[in-house]
């Protein structure tokens, strides 16, 4: 069982609701990216996102995407991000860490060579977000070192794709709620719970619902009928300009905790 | 994964070009759809309706009705006289692509993919570019089948191609300048595909090179293969051979593989792509991505690309739009790897020198990316026989450019 299968389980059997922040790497600022993943526990994460900052994110938006930029400029690369993870992993061996990125970065550093080293530092999972279920052969050797292969679905994901990315899946399912990039702000709460009952019938994963949560009342309402929910987009664009690894914490808990206590306080309704 | 999988020469030798890609949208190990989940599926939908219409004879009628009365083609292929009389090795052909209407090849494929995109219901059409000329060839089509237009443009790109930013504004076009990354053409490219991610029920992608995620390296190859076609036979009808070396310039690779294409199982012809150096392959500011990059993944294919050993994509450098692009055409990184072509840089200096040279001995301006190509072509014909010929696609015509090279040689118009 993974640390990710673990996580799930527990929520599981307390009747909670994960919540699974998204930070970029090194962003806003590099050193204080292992205190600001402890904070991000403090304030009630279940299991980490941290976004490895890729030149040019297609499928982000500019929140995230600058994000990115702002980091890269600022030197963060694989060998430091997984360094971080090293860093955390020593005070924390509960919370699963997540590495989202794109495909570019882990072909050229070698895919088993990251695998190998991402394994070794203590991630858990990678979310390779251009790897779609049919080029799954490329990230065979992330399956081969003991790393959960999360894959996305989305409103278009037909039947057919979506038995094939269930069959896939490890760790849990990420569902992307609309047709859009990171970060923008259409939901339609109906089309979101219909559709994960779908998912829920062909999946074996728990089912993370994320894009376009923004805080405690969307979280509430997602929270309602996902395993778990995803914050990206809202709370970078929070934690953006914080000067010091104290204003990072303190930023992190206030935008969370109402969050986490949204989803503890509703019960799960499930 | 071997970055080179023919190296066996035997085995390169008896590859059938016409057969790729396959039906993953693979040539050998490049191309595929690497892309995030929510455009699978459209591109699914694009990939079937591209299938059904490339073999519907009604859409090829209509195709090359578009071709031959709109943008008036056949193209000549023009005898470099005075300019092979001073260069004093092999016949430089030119292949007039800066003839076709709009002044490049692009229209050859915005024409075939607004015709999918009709076909295909879809209303609204966005684009990138770079120089500006595939964004006006968009512009125009659209103009031509009344479709809403919406093209990204890389700021840089934007100043450095006043003229074709108004051209596609006079079109109806709405311009949209983006201001990310490296404000160039990858940007614009990352730009249009989350607009196509966020609309794409109603909105129709003209990918203007043969990059991007299956469907599109094939089928912007399979629209621009016309100028292969037409000078295969207007070699043999002409000359009455094939020539001994094709030439063209190669940013994604569109021109290029046009011409390619239809000569890639004749195996006597030698083929060269020339690819933007830039300053100079070792100053690192250059665009050639075949000739200094690695096999990588960029904008849903698997290719030759410009990064860092951390993977991140470097900034390219040409002083021509149209080439200054880190990636390249799936296929095109096929044929290096199989040896069918092969791929050189031609730096801004050289390619300005040729520019010259073009206008003074023949009378024609050439866009500053074809002059790439004419470069090499001067290159390869010195080394060459007189009764050798030498097909160099000039891809388009350099008016757009004229403002960009008065600035660099210091003149104020």
């Known amino acids: 069982m993974s640390r990710i299968d673990i996580r799930f389980s527990e929520l599981r059997n307390t009747g909670r609701t994960g919540l699974i922040p998204f930070i970029t790497a090194g962003d806003p600022l590099p050193d204080a990216t292992v205190a600001l993943m402890h904070a991000l526990v403090e304030a009630g994460a279940d299991l980490i996102e941290l976004g490895v900052p890729f030149s040019d994110p297609m499928a982000d938006g500019p929140v995230i995407q600058h994000a990115s930029e702002r980091a890269l400029a600022k030197g963060v690369g694989l060998a430091q991000i997984l360094g971080w993870v090293r860093d955390f992993r020593a005070r924390d061996a509960a919370t699963p860490v997540v590495l989202m990125g794109y495909m570019n970065p882990v072909e050229i550093h070698g895919a088993a060579r990251f695998a190998q080293e991402a394994a070794a530092a203590g991630v858990d999972g990678v979310l390779l977000v251009d790897c779609p279920v049919e080029e799954i052969d490329a990230a065979a050797p992330l399956r081969a070192a003991g790393l959960d292969q999360i894959f996305l679905a989305a409103p278009t994901t037909t039947d057919a794709r979506l038995v094939r990315i269930c069959a896939a899946a490890q760790g849990f399912l990420y569902y992307v709620s609309f047709a859009g990039v990171t970060g923008a702000a259409r939901l339609s709460l109906d089309d979101v719970r219909a559709r994960v009952a779908a998912i829920r019938q062909q999946a074996s994963t728990p089912v993370a619902v994320g894009f376009g949560v923004r805080d405690a009342a969307s979280a509430a309402a997602i929270g309602a009928f996902a395993d778990a929910v995803v914050i990206g987009s809202a709370l970078v664009e929070r934690l953006a300009g914080a000067a010091s690894e104290e204003e990072l914490r303190t930023r992190a808990l206030g935008f969370l905790a109402p969050i986490r206590a949204a989803l503890d306080t509703r019960g799960h309704g499930r | 994964m071997s970055a080179k999988p023919f190296d066996d020469a035997a085995a390169a030798a008896a590859i059938d070009y016409t057969q790729y890609p396959d039906a993953r949208g693979r040539f050998g190990t490049y191309g595929g759809s690497y892309v995030a989940e929510t455009l699978v599926a459209p591109l699914a939908e694009l990939a079937a309706a591209y299938e059904r219409l490339r073999v519907d004879p009604a859409f090829i009628a209509e195709f090359e009705r578009d071709l031959k009365y709109y943008v008036g083609r056949p193209s000549p292929i023009y005898h470099a006289e005075r300019l092979s009389q001073q260069v004093g090795g092999a016949q430089i052909l030119l292949k007039r692509e800066d003839l076709n209407h709009t002044g490049a090849h692009k229209i050859n494929n915005t024409i075939g993919q607004a015709l999918v995109a009709r076909a295909m219901g879809k209303r609204r059409v966005i684009a990138e570019t770079g120089a500006g000329q595939h964004g006006v060839a968009t ?63 109603d909105t129709f992608y003209i990918i203007g090179t043969v990059a991007g995620p299956h469907p599109y390296p094939q089928m912007v190859r399979d629209f621009n293969a016309v100028v292969g076609r037409e000078a295969r036979a207007q070699m043999l009808e002409q000359y009455g051979r094939l020539p001994d070396v094709l030439t063209a310039c190669v940013g994604g690779g569109s021109n290029a593989i046009g011409l390619f294409h239809a000569f890639l199982n004749d195996r006597e012809v030698a083929i060269v792509g020339a690819e933007a150096a830039g300053e100079g392959i070792a100053s690192g500011h250059h665009a050639a991505s075949l000739a200094a990059g690695r096999p990588g993944v960029l904008h849903g294919n698997r290719t030759y690309v410009l990064c860092d050993d951390d993977g991140q994509i470097t900034e390219t450098h040409s002083v021509s739009a149209g080439l200054d692009y880190p990636g390249v055409g799936p ?41 790439h190509a004419v470069a090499q072509a001067i290159k390869l014909a010195r080394e060459l026989p007189k009764d050798a010929l030498v097909l160099c696609n000039l891809s388009g015509r350099g008016d757009k450019d004229v403002h960009t090279i008065a600035a660099r040689e210091g003149i104020s118009l």
């Open chain 2, 139 to 201: 512009a125009t089509v659209c103009a031509r089948f009344g479709l809403d237009c919406v093209v990204y443009m890389g700021a840089t790109d934007i100043e450095r191609q006043a003229i074709n930013v108004y051209r596609m504004k006079l079109l109806g076009a709405q311009v949209v300048p983006v201001t990310s990354g490296s404000k160039t053409l990858k940007d614009a490219l990352n730009e249009a595909m989350r607009d196509w991610v966020t609309n794409v029920a």
């Open chain 2, 331 to 371: 296929e095109h990184a096929f044929l290096k790897d199989t040896g069918r072509a092969s791929y050189v840089g031609v730096t801004d200096d050289e390619a300005l020198a040729a520019f010259h040279q073009l206008a003074r001995s023949e009378g024609i301006l050439a866009a500053l990316e074809s002059s």
